[in-house]
Structure formats: structure tokens, C-alpha cells
């Protein structure tokens, strides 16, 4: 105690003490607090001068309390500290204790001091409520009290987000979660290939290999069921994921859709079994996007009829192929046709590389690329041809070939639409590779979530340490993902059916669609698992819990099946495309039906009342949503157009204008694809049909909407169409959004229903 035959005389000592030991529990008493001290003890009339010199002595900072005279302090405090209310000062606590120590009673010298010593405490700058708090154990708050609770059937949502291929994708999770199945450690490289490559054997054996290639070579022409197997195998080991997309998508698909009749008797069905093993050799190191100026050659042999493939120098290699390093027996080699000297463009041939028992064939050269950043269990690897000479029935000659006569044929005459419609029947690579990376995200995000809900850490004064979720920038920081996440997953299956069920009328729509949303659900897989990693700590960077490897794995994602940045400059050029065609075909009443529009659009959505509406139902409207999202669609769109047009007509080369645009192109994609993603989930929810499925995908809904909103807001603050007022009440409602989900956060990954062994995450698991 303070000094205990001091105490014992005068008990009404005991009313200083939870002011002495709120100022030293910092361990430090500051000049102007100790002064303050001073004043105060020297005020008291009541007080001796010993016990005024006792007091005056706990406060020098030559002779601070003992560690263990604090722990005693604090447990003298602590008898009355659980009585007292949440709005009680310090000096009432003091009250308390002198008054336990007087048989209950208090002075009357005592209560006439009260004023004085009330006055002390306001001086040292005590929140009182929030410094008796750390007296006072089980204390409980908001933040404390939030937990998961479940508002919808688990079960149900996961019905919905399987649709169609529910049975599909039952069936998958059956053979990834059976023992055969158990991850290897990646380091053993060879170990880790010839595994990866003999769990795609067993994926063959189960028919999923060859499941879309029709009945007659082995398969089922189920389409939409093999993209649905790509998105359940990506819960498991993203080498498995590719090995499988180069073997029987692209290695397969391009046999099938630039193949004839005659290619598909001769290879489907070993390709589907996995019997002929099979390489995609399009990219070049010279040339990685820009498939056009690819310089490997088929040169067209009359006396012989064959075609000699040819690497003409060392950086027209074919570089970072799948399956070429250690297995594929054959590829498929993109390279430019030359007849009679002339270039007739890129086509497509098969090429053998090695035989049954793998020794390499004549005239290739195969070396390996060797350990990479990620996905080490494919045996990526670099192909070189030096006069490989192949039949002339190995040219994939569905849109073009070389007749009997030696003549080069096509029913399309056009080389840049026949390159283009070529390459537009493989855009199932960039359906495939987004919804992989969505699944790696679910993962992430499972694992991120349980876990938040799991790990406490700090805490209320006086209470238990609380869920990591429970924080708002926690949640700040993953329910947007979260929300994203389900966006995307609507809108792959959108973009997915729009694919099979697909027009030449729709291709070039559909591709700058696929080319969009690969690169918005790859950047944002990406940032979903970094995020991720970093709300796990360091638990979220132990091999073990398994966010390394799918960021490693699915970094990639970004630039496989082209390049994320160039695919959206592809999308503003489809889009720019489309803008020109609608005013080029306008007569007079169009024109000014599309002027009335835009003069609509100001006096609607652009009034004073309407970019300052912060009201919740406002805001929360999905038709205020996607009029947003499509003003600005428009508006970047439209800007875009002007700038290029008054470059090019300022005399500036095409080329050159597009250059000084790109990164306002960039923009035009992203908004194009933000609109189409927010349009699909609006959808999602209006045919929902279970009420409480419908009712947190809403808030996903309006998360999603709100949360891009947010980040575009100095967008529409340029652009006036909202003012400060209204961008403020977006970001307010942002974070009650995700403190809303976070209640929802466990039961919504749970629908995701990613079996245990897959995961495999010690810190996700119950």
C-alpha cells in the first residue's frame, strides 16, 4: 500500500491512489502532471504534513513505485473497481476504496474536498469512464460483441452459385479430395511434374479430359462442363489447373476448332485420353502478344507436298510452352505459311516432338525453362526447328490451306479477319484462366476470413481480446473482395454462356468481353491474395496455410493469354469500333435522339438535388447504380474518341495517337467491364429467389457497386456528377456495408463449399 501505518491512521488516504496509479502506469509521471499533483495535494487542508509529505513523496520521480507496489495497487483498486458504472470518474473509484477502508463510511472531511479533487482530474486530462475501464474485468463492446451469425442456407447459396453444373462439379470435388490427390512438396521438381502429370491421367480416366470434344472421338460435347471443371480443379494444386488447360483446352481445343475432320479422327481421342500427350506453340520471344509478327516459317515444299518449320534465329524460338520440356509428344506450332516466297500469314500445323519413349525428334531442339515463380509442377520450355519437315495434311486447315494444285486457299479473303477469326475460336483460354484465378481467390479468402474470425487479437480495456475481423479496417480491407469475388463469379457465368452460345455476329463482342474480364478478375485475383497474405500475417506467410503458392501461381494469371494491360487496350479498341459504326450509321432523328439522351442525363442525373442526394435508399438503389457506372462508361468513351480524332486529324500517325492514349483507353475497358460485372450481379439478385440468399446478395451487390464508386470518386468529382457531400456518404456507407457482411463473412466463404483437402490450410480449418 501507498504506506500502510499511514493508512491505517487516516483510510481517507486511499482516495488518491487510483489517481497515483493512473499516472504512473505509463511508467513515466511528466513534469506538468506531477505539478498538477502538487498543487493538488498541497491544497488539501485536511491532509498532515506527514501525510502531505507521504503523498508528496509518491510522486517524485527520483523514487518511482516498484513493479510490485503497482501490482499491489492495482489489486486494492480492483475490490471496488467491478461496482462501479461505466461513467464514474477516477475520483469516485477513490471514493469507494476510502469508504471500504472506513467501515463504509465517508468523512465528511473527504466530501468536502471532492470538488478539488474532481478539479485534479479534468486537469490531468483523464477520459474518466475510459481509465476505470482498466480496472474492470469481462468488459464488454460493440466491437467486442460482433460475431458471425447466419441469416441464409449455406447450402442453398452454394446450389445457386454451382447452377447447371452442379453435378459437374460434385464429381471434381470427389476425385481432388480422394488420398491420390494429397499435395507434394513443390521443391523436388521432377517429383512434382511426373505428379502433376499423373493426376491428369486420373482426371482422363474419370472422362473429364476430353468432355467437351464431341461423342464421336470419346468426349460428351459439354463445353460448359469443362469450363466448370477448370473453375473446381483451381480449389486444388493451379499446376494441375494448367497442365490440364494445355493438354486438353488449348493443345486439344486448337486440334479441334482450327482442325478438320480429318485431324479430329486422328488426334481427339488420344488427346482426351491423355495417350497424346500435346504442346499450344504460339508465343515467341520476339514476339510475345503480338502474335502477328510471329517469324517462325512453314515453307511450302511442291516436289514433296510436305511443309518444312523452321526457326530462322535464335529469338524466333518458341518460348514458355506448356508440357514441351519434359512431356508433349506433339504441338501445335503457330508460324507464318510462305508459298512460292510469298507470306500468306500465320496458320496453324502439327508438329511432331517426340516419340512414344520421348527421345526427340529430328531437327527440334528442345531446352527447359526451369524452376519458376510459380506453377512448377509444368514443364514449361523452350522449342527451337531447324528444318523440321512435316506432311501436308498437318496444316490445321479449317480457315485455310494449300490445295492440291499447290495454290494457298480461304473462304476468307481478308488476312487480318482471317488471323483474327482464327484466333477468336481459342478466346475459351481467356474464359478459363478468370475463372481459375476467381476460385484462387475464393481459396484465399476463405482461408483470410475463417481465420479473421478466429484469431483475436487486442481488446477492450478490462475485456477479452476480440476477433481480428471485428476490426473495421479489416473488414475494410476483404469484404470488397469479398464482394468482388461474387460479382465476377456472375459475371464469368455470363460472359461463359454468352460464349456457348455464340454468333459470328457476337465474336468481336464476346472477344473483347473475354479479353476485359480476364485482365479486371486476374488484377483483382492478384490483389485479393496480397491482401490476404497480409490480413493472415504471419501465419499467412507459412507454406502451410497455402496463400504462397496460389500467389505465386496465380501471378501469371496477368499476363497469360495476353497481356492484362494490352488485352484492355483491346477492349477500348473494340468499344471505340462499336462508337464509330453507331454514328456512322445515324441519320438526322438519331443524332438528335442521342443529343436529347445526353441532355436528358444532365437535367436527371445531374441536377443540383440529385449529386448531393446522400439519402441511404438513394444510394442504395441499383438504378442509381448502373446509371452511374454507365455515365461514366459513356463519358470515358466518348472523351476517348474526341482525343483520337483530334490527333489524327492534327496530322498525328494513328499509331502515334493511340501511343499518347493508351492509358485513357486502359480506362475505357475498365469502366466498360465494371458496368457489364455490376449489370450481371443487379441481374443475379432481381432472379434470386430464396429470400435470404437474395437478401445478403444485395448488400454484396450494393458493396460492389459502392466500393467502385469510391475508388473512382475523384472521377466524378472531375466530372461533376457528384459533389463532396455525396462521395463522403458512399465511403460512410462502405464501411457499414462491410461491418454488415462481416456478420455474414464465414457462412458466405462456406458457400463455397471448397473441400478441406484442398484447402488445406491449418489456420482455415475447424
Not at 169 to 176: F, P, S
Amino acid at each position: 500500500m501507498i504506506n500502510a501505518p499511514a493508512v491505517l491512521q487516516n483510510p481517507n488516504l486511499y482516495v488518491f491512489l487510483p489517481l497515483l496509479y493512473t499516472v504512473w502506469s505509463d511508467a513515466v509521471l511528466t513534469p506538468s502532471e506531477m505539478t498538477a499533483l502538487e498543487g493538488l495535494i498541497n491544497s488539501q487542508a485536511w491532509l498532515t504534513s506527514d501525510e502531505r509529505a507521504l503523498l508528496l513523496n509518491q510522486i517524485d520521480p527520483k523514487n518511482p513505485p516498484t513493479v510490485q507496489e503497482l501490482i499491489a495497487w492495482r489489486e486494492e483498486i480492483k475490490k471496488v473497481a467491478d461496482t462501479t458504472t461505466s461513467n464514474e470518474s477516477l475520483v469516485n473509484l477513490g471514493f469507494k476504496l476510502a469508504g471500504l477502508h472506513n467501515d463504509g463510511t465517508i468523512s465528511n472531511t473527504l466530501v468536502s474536498a471532492k470538488e478539488s479533487l474532481a478539479n485534479i482530474e479534468a486537469t490531468l486530462g483523464f477520459i474518466s469512464h475510459e481509465a476505470v475501464f482498466n480496472f474492470q474485468s469481462g468488459r464488454s463492446t460493440l466491437t467486442s460483441q460482433h460475431a458471425t451469425h447466419q441469416s441464409f442456407d449455406v447450402a442453398q447459396l452454394t446450389k445457386l452459385l454451382d447452377g447447371s453444373q452442379a453435378d459437374t462439379i460434385r464429381k471434381v470435388k470427389t476425385v481432388i479430395s480422394d488420398p491420390e490427390f494429397r499435395y507434394v512438396d513443390p521443391g523436388d521438381l521432377t517429383r512434382y511434374r511426373t505428379q502433376v502429370l499423373r493426376w491428369c491421367h486420373f482426371l482422363a480416366e474419370q472422362g473429364f479430359g476430353g468432355i467437351a470434344y464431341p461423342k464421336a472421338y470419346g468426349g460428351e460435347g459439354d463445353m460448359a462442363a469443362y469450363f466448370a471443371i477448370m473453375e473446381t480443379l483451381s480449389y486444388h494444386d493451379l499446376s494441375l489447373v494448367i497442365k490440364f488447360g494445355v493438354q486438353f483446352g488449348l493443345w486439344g481445343m486448337s486440334v479441334y476448332f482450327l482442325g478438320t475432320e480429318k485431324h479430329h479422327q486422328k488426334y481427339l481421342r488420344d488427346i482426351g485420353a491423355l495417350e497424346l500427350p500435346g504442346c499450344f506453340a504460339m508465343t515467341e520471344t520476339n514476339h510475345g502478344s503480338n502474335v502477328k509478327g510471329i517469324e517462325t516459317t512453314a515453307t511450302y515444299d511442291h516436289h514433296t507436298k510436305t511443309f518444312i518449320i523452321h526457326t530462322p534465329h535464335p529469338h524466333a524460338r518458341k518460348e514458355y510452352i506448356g508440357n514441351a520440356a519434359c512431356h508433349g509428344q506433339m504441338a501445335t506450332v503457330f508460324a507464318k505459311l510462305i508459298l512460292d516466297g510469298q507470306d500468306y500469314g500465320v496458320s496453324a500445323f502439327v508438329v511432331p516432338l517426340r516419340d512414344k519413349q520421348g527421345t526427340i525428334q529430328k531437327g527440334v531442339t528442345i531446352e527447359d525453362c526451369g524452376r519458376k515463380m510459380g506453377l512448377n509442377g509444368v514443364d514449361n520450355g523452350v522449342i527451337y526447328f531447324d528444318h523440321v519437315v512435316i506432311p501436308k495434311d498437318s496444316m490445321l486447315d479449317r480457315f485455310a490451306c494449300v490445295s492440291e494444285e499447290g495454290e494457298f486457299e480461304s473462304s476468307i479473303a481478308s488476312d487480318n479477319r482471317r488471323f483474327f477469326t482464327m484466333l477468336g475460336t481459342l478466346v475459351g483460354g481467356r474464359i478459363g484462366i478468370p475463372r481459375s484465378g476467381n476460385s484462387a481467390s475464393k481459396s484465399g479468402l476463405t482461408i483470410a476470413i475463417r481465420y479473421g474470425d478466429e484469431r483475436r487479437q487486442f481488446g477492450p480495456e478490462g475485456g477479452t481480446e476480440v476477433p481480428i475481423l471485428n476490426y473495421r479496417t479489416h473488414q475494410r480491407r476483404l469484404m470488397p473482395l469479398l464482394a468482388n469475388t461474387y460479382a465476377l463469379h456472375f459475371a464469368l457465368q455470363y460472359l461463359t454462356d454468352r460464349f456457348l452460345k455464340r454468333t459470328e455476329e457476337d465474336m468481336q463482342e464476346i472477344e473483347a468481353l473475354a479479353a476485359g474480364m480476364k485482365s479486371f478478375a486476374t488484377w483483382n485475383t492478384t490483389a485479393t491474395l496480397q491482401e490476404c497474405r497480409e490480413c493472415c500475417g504471419g501465419k499467412g506467410y507459412l507454406s502451410e496455410n497455402r496463400i504462397d503458392a496460389l500467389k505465386n501461381d496465380t501471378d501469371i494469371y496477368t499476363t497469360f493469354e495476353g497481356d492484362n494491360t494490352v488485352l484492355m487496350q483491346l477492349v477500348a479498341k473494340s468499344r471505340l469500333t462499336e462508337f464509330r459504326q453507331e454514328f456512322s450509321n445515324m441519320n438526322v432523328f438519331t443524332i438528335l435522339n442521342y443529343v436529347a439522351d445526353q441532355a436528358k442525363t444532365s437535367i436527371t442525373e445531374m441536377n443540383p438535388i440529385i449529386i448531393r442526394n446522400t439519402d441511404e435508399a438513394h444510394l442504395l438503389d441499383p438504378e442509381f447504380q448502373l446509371q452511374a457506372f454507365k455515365y461514366r462508361e459513356r463519358d470515358i468513351l466518348t472523351s476517348a474518341a474526341k482525343r483520337l480524332k483530334r490527333h489524327i486529324e492534327s496530322g498525328m500517325d494513328s499509331f502515334d495517337a493511340f501511343n499518347v492514349c493508351q492509358h485513357h483507353l486502359v480506362q475505357v475497358g475498365s469502366a466498360y467491364i465494371e458496368r457489364i460485372v455490376l449489370e450481371q450481379f443487379v441481374l443475379q439478385v432481381d432472379r434470386t429467389e430464396d429470400a435470404g440468399c437474395k437478401a445478403v446478395l444485395k448488400k454484396l451487390c450494393d458493396l460492389f457497386a459502392l466500393s467502385q464508386m469510391d475508388k473512382n470518386k475523384g472521377w466524378y468529382l472531375e466530372q461533376g456528377y457528384m459533389e463532396g457531400v455525396k462521395t463522403k456518404a458512399i465511403r460512410k456507407l462502405v464501411n457499414q456495408l462491410c461491418w454488415e457482411i462481416r456478420q455474414e463473412a464465414v457462412p458466405l466463404v462456406n458457400a463455397f463449399n471448397i473441400p478441406d483437402s484442398c484447402l488445406a490450410a491449418p489456420i482455415a480449418l475447424a
